[in-house]
């Protein structure tokens, strides 16, 4: 069985802040993929980031990075200069073959992020 | 280009009737997925299409459940003799077969209130 693990339920930052949102992960398998969904107050899950576990450099999208430490299987997501728009709750995600079917995404709890004028 | 849409956004009911709920995926996606999504929790998996095939189903998908994507394209899923505790935010979720990372695209969800 897959687990996803949020330890942080809220977070704040001050705006043009980065911010770190923590996630580890449990699994036994060798070929794995994680993810980072926001979702804002309208309740649409918007894809952020992916990190393949063979991916050999930690992934990049625009003010967000994952931060993939896979000996600690932890995927922290990193978002620089936070912005107000940034408020939202924050998943970690991850799919892989033992969650039942490649194709089936287990998320941890969330993080609620909030940024502070 | 038009993302995934449900309808309807808002679902009040009583207890012991029943609902259904409409997905409209992203147009060229073949996979189409359900999740379940309770207050202070993230999505749960229910269940996932390719093209019209239901190819898995969570065992949160209780015998009152029921989903179906009749042509390859539309989704619903039905909740019989509905229970408070089917009170939740019902998310779907459209992706391509092929193309890593094969991340999901979801809808806006449907409300669901049990009264």
């Known amino acids: 069985a897959q687990k996803i693990t949020q330890t942080q339920p809220g977070m704040f930052v001050q705006e043009k802040e980065a911010v770190t949102l923590d996630c580890t992960y449990d699994?036994?398998?060798?070929?794995?993929?994680l993810f980072w969904y926001k979702q804002p107050s309208s309740g649409e899950m918007i894809f952020l980031i992916y990190?393949?576990?063979?991916?050999?450099q930690n992934a990049t999208e625009g003010r967000y990075s994952l931060n993939f430490q896979k000996a600690r299987k932890s995927a922290n997501l990193v978002i620089s200069a936070s912005q107000l728009g940034d408020s939202a709750m924050y998943f970690c995600?991850?799919?892989?073959?033992?969650?039942?079917?490649?194709?089936?995404?287990?998320f941890g709890t969330g993080t609620k992020l909030q940024v502070i004028p | 280009d038009t993302g995934v849409s449900q309808d309807p956004r808002h679902k009040i009911t009583k207890r012991g009737q029943n609902v259904t709920f409409r997905c409209d995926p992203i147009?060229?996606?073949?996979?189409l997925y359900w999740y379940r999504q309770t207050l202070g929790q993230g999505p749960e998996f229910l269940t996932y299409?390719?093209?019209?095939?239901?190819?898995?189903k969570s065992r949160l998908l209780s015998d009152r459940f029921s989903a179906e994507r009749p042509k390859g394209s539309f989704s619903t899923l039905e909740i019989q003799r509905t229970e408070q505790g089917d009170s939740a935010m019902y998310l779907c979720?459209?992706?391509?077969?092929?193309?890593?990372?094969?991340?999901?695209?979801f809808g806006p969800g449907t409300r669901l209130t049990v009264t």
């Open positions: 979720a459209s992706s391509l077969v092929s193309g890593s990372p094969y991340e999901q695209y």
């Open positions: 699994t036994s398998d060798q070929s794995y993929g």
């Open positions: 990190q393949g576990s063979y991916d050999e």
């Open positions: 995600a991850m799919r892989g073959p033992s969650s039942g079917g490649y194709q089936k995404v287990t």
């Open positions: 147009s060229e996606h073949n996979r």
């Open positions: 299409f390719q093209n019209e095939a239901q190819l898995e």
